[in-house]
């Protein structure tokens, strides 16, 4: 069993920056992708983006050229870096891994991000 757990959202002005991690119970050179998705009240979960195992990294439009993703397999941890934030930027952001065989997908509980002024 793998656990996830997000940390680092909280509440930013429009135009602010945020810095989400997930940090993983297991190393995550053994997942062959990780990912962050969002869920907004009302809506359904999106995909914000994924790395995968050869560190390629892909992005919904919506946060291209805002958003980033980056790992430290050392800490077992995945990043989001978040800026130019929006107030339709505001969710609840998940990240999950992808760990062979099957594979097995597993989720973070989610943190919560909100654009505001």
């Known amino acids: 069993q793998v656990q996830l757990v997000e940390s680092g959202g909280g509440l930013v002005q429009p135009g602010g920056s945020l810095r989400l991690s997930c940090a993983a119970s297991a190393s995550i050179a053994s997942f062959s992708a990780m990912g962050w998705y969002r869920q907004a009240p009302g809506n359904e979960r999106e995909l914000v983006g994924t790395?995968?195992?050869?560190?390629?990294?892909k992005y919904a439009d919506s946060v291209k050229g805002r958003f980033t993703i980056s790992r430290d397999v050392a800490k077992s941890t995945l990043y989001l870096q978040m800026n130019s934030l929006k107030p339709e930027d505001t969710a609840v952001y998940y990240c999950n891994a992808d760990r062979p065989p099957g594979p097995r997908r597993y989720w973070g509980q989610g943190t919560q991000v909100t654009v505001s002024s």
């Open positions: 790395i995968s195992i050869g560190v390629n990294t």
